[in-house]
C-alpha cells in the first residue's frame, strides 16, 4: 500500500481548531480525488483535480479547503469543523482524469474526529 | 439520477461456503463498474473493472460478473482472509471520472 500514502492516519481536533491533511501519490498520476466516507453512507467524492486544476467541487461547505500544489500532492485545509464532519477522509488517484473508466487508486486515509 | 445498490448489507459465511453479493446500478451512459474490497481502518483497494454486459473476471477465489442492470461477486469457497467490505461503483457517463458508490456489503468468513 505505498502508491497512495496519507498522513496522518489519525486526527482529533476541536471545532475552533485548523488542520490540515496531507496527500501523495507515487504512482505518475495526474489526477487527485478527496473523498468522505461516513458509516453507512456511501462514498462521498469532495473534489477532483486534474494537472493541479480543480475540475470538481461537489458542494462541500467552505470550511473544506483543498490544494495540489503538484500532481503528487495534496492537501486538504480544515478550519471550524462541526462534529458531523467526523469520519474517514480518502485520498485517491488516476492515471488521467475524464479518462473511459479510469481505475482509482486510494490510500489509507484519515480517520478525522471533530470534537 | 445516478445510483448503486449493494445486497446484502452483511453476509455471514463458514470457510467454504460459496455464495454471491449483488450490486444493482442505474446510471446514464456506464463507463465502467468497479469492485473494491475494504478492510477495517484501511482504504479500498481495487480488485476488478467490468465495461460491458456479459463480462467476466476472476482473481482467486473472487469472479465478477456483469449484466446490464447488475454485477455479482462470486466467491467460491470462502477463507477468513475474505473477511472485509466488498465495494461495488459504477462511472457515470460526465466528463469528471466521478465514481457513485454503493453502501458496501460486510462479509464475515468463520473458520
Known amino acids: 500500500e505505498t502508491g497512495v500514502t496519507q498522513t496522518p492516519r489519525h486526527l482529533v481536533m476541536g471545532m475552533t481548531n485548523k488542520k490540515s491533511l496531507k496527500c501523495e501519490q507515487h504512482?505518475?498520476?495526474?489526477?487527485m480525488y478527496w473523498y468522505k466516507q461516513s458509516a453507512k453512507k456511501p462514498l462521498e467524492l469532495m473534489f477532483v483535480?486534474?494537472?493541479?486544476?480543480?475540475?470538481e467541487n461537489n458542494s462541500v461547505p467552505s470550511r473544506f479547503s483543498p490544494e495540489c500544489p503538484n500532481s503528487s500532492h495534496l492537501f486538504l485545509h480544515l478550519h471550524t469543523l462541526q462534529p458531523e464532519d467526523s469520519a474517514l477522509y480518502l485520498c485517491?488517484?488516476?492515471?488521467?482524469?475524464?479518462?473511459?473508466?479510469?481505475?482509482?487508486?486510494f490510500g489509507p486515509g484519515t480517520r478525522l474526529t471533530v470534537l | 439520477e445516478d445510483q448503486v445498490t449493494q445486497s446484502p448489507e452483511a453476509l455471514r459465511l463458514q470457510e467454504g461456503e460459496s455464495s454471491s453479493l449483488n450490486c444493482s446500478y442505474t446510471?446514464?451512459?456506464?463507463?465502467?463498474l468497479f469492485w473494491y474490497r475494504q478492510d477495517p481502518g484501511k482504504g479500498p483497494e481495487f480488485l476488478f473493472t467490468?465495461?460491458?454486459a456479459g463480462e467476466e473476471k476472476e482473481k482467486e477465489r473472487l469472479k465478477a460478473t456483469l449484466t446490464k442492470k447488475e454485477s455479482f461477486l462470486h466467491i467460491t469457497a470462502p477463507k477468513p482472509e475474505d473477511s472485509a467490505t466488498y465495494l461495488c461503483?459504477?462511472?457515470?457517463?460526465?466528463?469528471?471520472?466521478?465514481?457513485?458508490f454503493g453502501t458496501g456489503t460486510l462479509l464475515a468468513v468463520q473458520p
Open positions: 485517491a488517484s488516476s492515471q488521467r482524469q475524464g479518462a473511459w473508466a479510469d481505475t482509482q487508486y
Open positions: 504512482l505518475g498520476h495526474n489526477a
Open positions: 483535480y486534474s494537472l493541479e486544476e480543480r475540475v
Open positions: 446510471v446514464s451512459g456506464l463507463r465502467g
Open positions: 467490468l465495461y460491458s
Open positions: 461503483a459504477v462511472r457515470d457517463g460526465g466528463a469528471t471520472n466521478k465514481l457513485i
